[in-house]
């Protein structure tokens, strides 16, 4: 049997390494200002963030949940409003509409870029509807022009959960730009990841920019004077200057991971592994028993790869052999949110959603990091297919 070299799900040492130097020099800078929270490093990250956004105004807060919770806060969702989002996402996507008293609408996701399908949106719109918030799921963006014409249509804010999608594009649009407001996670698992938990909210609406401003900070303006009742949603300088240093290296990232993705492409096929890219209207499943999935690219514009998710119906093998060979893997996902059981009271069953009740079963997350070389992603191919052999 050949050689498998061990291959971690990600690697935060190897980015780390590239640019020690920098992120210690901007962590002495915040310690001999000892000014720790706002001030000129998240300022600073706040306008370089909405400039590589396409957009005018850019939020810093404590987390992409709260970037969440405070852009519903900031369009007025109240108890008793219903909120249309996907079922297959992280738990924050819905846990934050539920968080403000409202009622997250779930509608079933386009099987194969796993971001909600605009087909069904109207459906599930009710006089309680408020807003949509589609979800750019693992660096893809979801189809943005229907979903912007059916919220005109009705009246409705669309919030871009972009946790996972910074700098990806849709038809030449940044994520985020789009709808009103866009939210962003710079958890350490991100593209863009900080050392810590961190967020920002984007847009190019001044009135809900400021409305946002106010919201992370208990609604002071000025201080100690409150307009409105808001929370301490606030990102620590800290983060912020580490940062500003990844942000210059973000688009090299994500040219390796994009080159990363092409490679398993053509090592999948060298090796066998029949993989299709079947077009939205078809179920993504292997038409054997022989094959994979690999992710389909919608050929809206830049997909970022935040991870890179192949469908197997064979994944507990797949799986037991990237464990035997100490290959990172992740299933993201495994219960889709109409079915966790805090939700058991919004009354979906099994079957409500098959598209993404499917995902869950057959999604598999592999390394896709920039740093990853050739040899390790062979690696990776050669123990999948010892799965298929």
């Known amino acids: 049997m050949p050689y498998i070299q ?25 310690a001999e200002a000892q000014w720790f929270i706002g001030g000129p490093e998240v300022e600073g990250l706040e306008r370089e963030v909405a400039d590589y956004s396409q957009c005018r105004f850019g939020i810093g ?71 949509i918030i589609p979800v750019h799921l693992y660096g893809q963006m979801a189809d943005m022009d229907p979903i912007m014409e059916i919220a005109g249509r009705h009246g409705l804010y669309v919030i871009e959960d972009a946790a996972q999608a910074i700098g990806s594009e849709y038809q030449g649009r940044r994520a985020g730009s789009i709808g009103r407001l866009g939210c ?23 009135d809900l920019a400021h409305r946002v401003k106010l919201l992370r900070n208990h609604g002071a303006e000025p201080k100690y004077y409150h307009k409105i009742i808001g929370g301490n949603f606030r990102l620590d300088a800290l983060q912020a200057a580490v940062l500003r240093i990844k942000l210059k290296y973000l688009d090299g990232w994500t040219a ?43 050929g809206f514009g830049r997909h970022i790869y935040n991870q890179f998710i192949i469908r197997t119906t064979r994944r507990d093998a797949v799986m037991a052999r990237l464990k035997e060979h100490k290959i990172g893997h992740e299933i993201y996902y495994p219960v889709p949110l109409h079915l966790q059981e805090c939700f058991a009271d919004l009354g979906y069953r099994a079957g409500d959603l098959p598209a993404s009740e499917s995902a869950a079963r057959e999604t598999l997350a592999l390394p896709i990091y920039p740093e990853l070389t050739e040899a390790m992603q062979a690696g990776v191919v050669a123990a999948i297919g010892e799965a298929y052999a």
């Open 61 to 131: 807060v404590s987390s992409g949940t709260d970037a969440l919770i405070v852009s519903l806060m900031a369009i007025g969702i109240r108890p008793g409003d219903e909120v249309i989002t996907t079922p297959y996402s992280f738990f924050a996507t819905a846990g934050c509409v539920a968080r403000v008293g409202a009622r997250p609408v779930f509608v079933d996701i386009d099987p194969a870029t796993f971001d909600i399908d605009p087909a069904g949106i109207e459906a599930a719109i009710t006089d309680r509807t408020r807003a």
């Open 184 to 206: 962003f996670s710079f958890f350490p698992s991100k593209n863009l990841g900080g050392f810590g938990d961190g967020g920002m909210v984007v847009s190019n609406d001044p």
């Open 256 to 298: 390796g991971r994009q080159r990363n993705a092409d490679r398993y492409r053509r090592l999948s096929a060298e090796a066998g592994l029949i993989s299709h890219a079947i077009p939205n209207t078809q179920y993504p499943v292997p038409k054997t028993q022989d094959a994979i999935v690999l992710p389909h690219d919608a």
């Open 6 to 30: 061990s291959v971690p799900l990600l690697d935060l040492k190897a980015q780390y390494a590239t640019i020690r130097d920098e992120v210690r020099a901007a962590i002495d800078r915040v």
